[in-house]
């Protein structure tokens, strides 16, 4: 059973490489030179999903001008998070700030459009800050004592669960929580 958190979108406004009682670690992407051919050869590279696309750029100038992020319809994101299934557990109080909703949202397509799997060594308590735009964070964290392999798509399953399932605050602008 895994035991990692698979999303924990908050604010890293105050603590921008930590979230309480979790140590940080960069997160590596093995992610396509070519964006056409995902199949072809990788480059490794480390960060957020936006510092891993600047890093790409920089390497490999007119890659991100096909770079695909599709902004899925309000049906498409349910049948995203459906698809995964709920996640084990859940909580919305947690002792980070509050993060923007609107920005978590853009975490969540960057990763919801990235194909392949993330790896997050050994824990318990090891994460990585895999969206990171406007002090809005998309964690995720492995708790347990082996390294962790799971789709992009399952941490923003994640974080799309806690938008819907009440982890939302104030009027639907901001929201925090834990998807394990």
């Known amino acids: 059973m895994k035991k990692g958190v698979y ?6 406004n105050e603590q921008p490489n930590s979230i309480g009682g979790y140590g940080m670690d960069p997160i590596s992407w093995d992610l396509p030179v070519k964006v056409d051919d995902p199949t ?9 999903i936006e510092e891993a696309i600047a890093q790409m750029e920089a390497r490999y100038s007119g890659r991100n001008a096909t770079f695909p992020v599709p902004i899925p319809t309000t049906s498409a994101h349910i049948s995203a998070a459906a698809a995964a299934g709920d996640p084990e557990s859940f909580t919305c109080d947690v002792p980070f ?3 923007s909703n609107n920005q978590i ?3 969540i397509h960057y990763l919801w459009g990235m194909s392949g799997t993330a790896k997050n060594g050994p824990g318990p308590g090891n994460c990585g800050c895999v969206s990171c735009s406007w002090w809005a964070a998309i964690y995720w964290c492995n708790d347990d004592d082996h390294e962790q392999e799971v789709r992009w798509k399952q941490i923003g399953n994640g974080a799309y669960f806690l938008r819907q399932h009440g982890c939302v605050t104030d009027n639907d602008l901001r929201i925090k929580g834990q998807a394990f």
């Open 7 to 12: 999303s924990a979108p908050a604010s890293n």
């Open 105 to 107: 949202l853009d975490g």
């Open 97 to 99: 700030t509050k993060a």
């Open 40 to 48: 072809g050869a990788t480059a490794t590279v480390t960060g957020t």
